[in-house]
């Protein structure tokens, strides 16, 4: 922050006249939303009694971005969540929860249940024709390192970011020091964040980098995404997404799509979960997965296949590993996603679909109803049929969203019921939760 700071101090002393520092600010952009959230959790668990949490917050982001001058802009972006009306049992996911997790190894504690304020984004950026260069706090979204706004808030990182533009596509270049999860209002080292206490035990070290390769190209029907992600001393994370889109004479659209992801433990990791005894129960990390889908759309109706698959291997710490708020795999759903392994010092964990041996069939129907004078309301059904061989039985999921926009106003209901909800620790075991029902109420007025 310290550098942002002296940044823009060094660019504003070196304007040539007052009215153009005036005009740099004046013709900025303010914009921002309010957004209301309720979230209610139903956990049946076999031998164990029922439990039942909610809660309600209100918050949003409040952003303002300069004007470009001389290929300059710098902007920020205030961001707050404010539970109101708590119960006992608090649901915190809304809230602070990785705050609990960091600081009193509780998710859902006192520290989980207080609201919050932070400077999400604080940024200082120069454009010269294709080439973009930008420092500070930003909210990105790539396949494994992602912004993540299921909550009421999203997740950033703080680090600096070249892009440059071809003719069809770009590549780009990130150094990413901090990450700040959506439910905390703390800029923690990135992978510190992901390992937790166990961080030095691990690497070697107290915090760590993540440096990322990009590059998107894209043609007439198909396109192309790449990414390395590159963590010394932690691991090494590459991912790929080939994509074809057409719209057939017979008014059909169709999209295919298919995506690979590999992951590999580096240097001091690479050694250090090798031992026995380790976090991971001496086995190293090594991921493979793979997923395809098929997306067929005519008028206002929309029609999903997805399949992943994590490979297995026995001898290996196989599931992926995700501590950034990434859910890539085609198959994710509301509830069936990654996204407690981005709690803080939680990254080896993992949750149905990206566990090793996992494969995911997703069916979904999208429908909107213009057509009928009705205008803005869409529904979604989404089913999940999660299989691996180390489930005592399929985790099944079954979503339902019905959703209203109407110009910068949008609300959400959503229905969230899991069969067999499972999850995986550090060293393989799997535990299952027989019924998880959610639901939310999610209001988002922009302006």
Known sequence: MKKIILLSLILIASAQAANSIYSWFEEGTLKGNVKYYYIETQKDKPNAASTSAHANAIGGKLSYTTANWNGFQTGATFMTTNGFALPNVVDASIIGRDNGVRLE??????????????????????????????????????PLIHAKVVRLLPSSVQGAFVDYKLNKGSVGASYLTHFKQRTSDKFVNIVKHA??????????????????????????????????????????????????????????????????????????????????????????????????????????????????????????????????????????????????????????????????????????????????????????????????????KNQRDYNAVIAYGIGNFSLALKGIWVRHSTSQDTVGNISQIDKLTQYRVIANLKF
């Open 195 to 392: 390992l937790g206490d166990n961080t030095r035990a691990i690497t070697g070290d107290d915090k760590g980098e993540v440096v990322v390769l990009d590059g998107l190209f894209k043609g007439d029907v198909s396109s192309v995404r790449l990414y390395n992600y590159y963590a010394q001393d932690f691991m090494n994370s590459f991912y790929i997404d080939v994509n074809f889109k057409n719209k057939l004479a017979s008014g059909w659209t169709v999209h295919a799509g298919y995506q690979y992801i590999n992951q590999k433990s580096i240097g001091n990791a690479d050694n250090n979960l090798n031992k026995v005894g380790s976090l991971t129960g001496g086995q190293r990390i090594s991921s493979n997965a793979f997923g395809f889908k098929f997306v067929a759309g005519y008028d206002e109706s929309k029609f999903n296949f997805d399949f992943t698959k994590v490979l297995a291997d026995s001898n290996r710490h196989d599931s992926l590993v995700l501590p950034w708020d990434g859910t890539p795999l085609y198959s994710n759903m509301i509830t069936s996603n990654d996204l407690f392994q981005s709690n803080y010092g939680k990254a080896l964990n993992a949750d149905s679909i990206y566990i090793g041996g996992t494969a995911g069939i997703k069916l979904a129907y999208t429908q909107k109803y213009d057509f009928t004078g009705f205008k803005g309301f869409k529904t979604t059904f989404s089913y999940l049929n999660a299989r691996n061989s180390q489930f005592d």
């Open 105 to 142: 190894g509780n998710p859902s504690g006192e520290i989980a249940q207080a609201s919050f304020a932070v400077l999400g984004e604080a940024f200082l950026s120069y454009m010269y024709k294709d080439f973009t260069a930008l420092y500070g706090r930003y909210v990105i979204k790539t």
